[in-house]
């Protein structure tokens, strides 16, 4: 689809996207980079990285791949001065690296509720505490909104209880979190922007293929609150906060789901 925003609305700032080699997150660097954004992605896995370079580079966005693991403050560091050191600047940081399974909470040991914890929510703290020092003065140094920007990817498993999904539930509430105090702090000292988007469920992503059921009712598929969402969708969000259009939103987490979330079965 088409985007409906400029082709101009990010020229000049640079994105470093965590997890910005596949799924949501490399949509989220494919259309910052369509609207003008220069592009660092990091990743685990360098093939994986490889592919997305190439294939950024292949609409014409200049794009860089750092290999690292958010888990690792080192790598954080590295990942943070090679963006400074190739593309110059640190506008937009968004945290889209994530893990997860399906795993009754009887099941789940106590380190693979800590991995994911580590991933998605001391990840997400240790990207933004590394990178401040860089956004407080990445943004353009006038106006309204003169620092950088952060966008942590969520989800909406934890507004009620989510079956299978104690430990995503546990480090998503963590990521919201972060995302208020943040923004409470970084915003009124620096003028930091930190936002969060939920997504709902997203057609051809990990999270769907590995959590959404397979067996869903004819009749939910024909309801529109239970179509599936397109990475389209959430990269378009992304674009809305990042561009000036969101420049008086901060410290929210925009849910992007068609309603989902609200839900109860019909009686
Ligand atoms: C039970 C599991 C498990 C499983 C791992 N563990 N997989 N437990 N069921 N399926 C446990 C292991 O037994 C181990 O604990 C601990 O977790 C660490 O496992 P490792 O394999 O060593 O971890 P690692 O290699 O670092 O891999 C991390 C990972 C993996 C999270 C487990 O799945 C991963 O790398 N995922 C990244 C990609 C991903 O999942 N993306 C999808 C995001 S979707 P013990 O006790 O044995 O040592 C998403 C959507 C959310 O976030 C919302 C959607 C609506």
């Known amino acids: 689809m088409e985007s409906p925003f400029r082709p101009d609305i990010l020229k000049g700032k640079v994105a470093l996207l965590t997890g910005g080699g596949s799924g949501i997150g490399y949509e989220i660097s494919r259309q910052l980079g369509k609207h003008g954004a220069f592009i660092a992605i990091m990743g685990r896995r360098k093939n994986v990285l490889d592919s997305a370079v190439s294939s950024l580079r292949s609409f014409g966005i200049s794009a860089i791949g750092l290999e690292g693991d958010v888990r690792k403050r ?29 795993v009754p909470a009887e099941d789940l040991s106590p380190n693979g509720f800590r991995t994911v914890m580590d991933i998605d929510s001391v990840g997400t703290f240790t990207m933004c505490h590394e990178a401040l020092k860089y956004l407080k003065k990445g943004g353009p140094g006038k106006g309204p909104s003169s620092g950088g920007l952060i966008i942590n990817i969520s989800a909406t498993l934890h507004y009620t209880a989510t079956w299978y999904q104690i430990h995503v539930s546990a480090a998503k509430a963590a990521v919201d979190s972060i995302t208020r105090s943040l923004a409470l702090e970084w915003g009124t000292d620096y003028d930091i922007r930190v936002n969060g988007i939920a997504p709902g469920p997203i057609e051809d992503t990990a999270g769907v293929s590995k959590l959404v059921s397979e067996v869903r009712s004819n009749a939910e598929e024909q309801e529109p609150l239970f179509k599936f969402g397109e990475k389209w969708d959430i990269a378009m969000a992304a674009l809305y906060l990042a561009s000036d259009a969101g420049k008086y939103i901060n410290g929210t987490t925009m849910v992007v789901d068609g309603g989902l979330w609200l839900s109860k079965p019909r009686h």
């Open 74 to 102: 080192d790598d954080a560091v590295r990942v943070l001065e090679s963006t400074i050191k190739h593309l110059g600047r640190l506008d937009i940081l968004v945290n889209a690296a994530a893990g997860n399974f399906l």
